[in-house]
T-cell receptor, first 114, second 113 residues
């Protein structure tokens, strides 16, 4: 059973608009969440993270929101640019895991239309 | 360029072959990881090495055999694989096995015939 779920396999957004990528989790012991971005033929690259003690973290055009009661986080990209077209992975860390293993979602493919 | 390189980038092998995947990191990190990514599935952590010692083996079949001769190099030895092992194999490194950001290589696309 997946502990981190990204229910939208793909998302298409017009350039300049806001992209919202969603991620749900089931484990209440997750204490740290990360978003990675992956282009074809490349490995994932770290984008932004948030600790469970916060509900928002912002870095330029990227903002991550965390709703602990709903066990939901989202990544907002505004304005969306063609270079944002990629697969976005949500990952979470279990504070009870001594190796701090990351649990990953299946990814959402974001397509920015010109 | 993330500082993590993987070779080969593509590999086709038969079920009776033996091959090795290589990963090298130039970031001075102490932890290295092997992940498997199958189509439309989450990344699956296979192995973790922390200061050259294996600290995690996520019930990976013995046909996958990791080797970490030093903190900069990580190998994944493959033998008698199955077609369902076809996937993208990603190597990553971090400062330590912990809450540190992981840096990924480009991956090896493996096809088992």
């Amino acid at each position: 059973d997946q502990q981190v779920k990204q229910n939208s396999p793909s998302l298409s957004v017009q350039e300049g608009r806001i992209s919202i990528l969603n991620c749900d989790y089931t484990n209440s012991m997750f204490d740290y969440f990360l978003w990675y971005k992956k282009y074809p033929a490349e490995g994932p690259t770290f984008l932004i993270s948030i600790s469970s003690i916060k509900d928002k973290n912002e870095d330029g055009r990227f903002t991550v929101f965390l709703n602990k009661s709903a066990k939901h986080l989202s990544l907002h990209i505004v304005p969306s640019q063609p270079g944002d077209s990629a697969v976005y992975f949500c990952a979470a860390r279990d504070i009870m895991d001594s190796n701090y293993q990351l649990i990953w979602g299946a990814g959402t493919k974001l397509i920015i239309k010109p | 360029e993330t500082g993590v390189t993987q070779t080969p980038r593509h590999l086709v092998m038969g079920m009776t072959n033996k091959k090795s995947l290589k990963c090298e990191q130039h970031l001075g990190h102490n932890a290295m990881y092997w992940y498997k990514q199958s189509a439309k599935k989450p990344l699956e952590l296979m192995f973790v090495y922390n200061f050259k010692e294996q600290t995690e083996n996520n019930s990976v079949p013995s046909r996958f055999s990791p080797e970490c001769p030093n903190s900069s190099h990580l190998f994944l030895h493959l033998h008698t694989l199955q077609p369902e092992d076809s996937a993208l194999y990603l190597c990553a490194s971090s400062q330590a096995s912990g809450p540190e950001t992981q840096y990924f290589g480009p991956g090896t696309r493996l096809l088992v015939l």
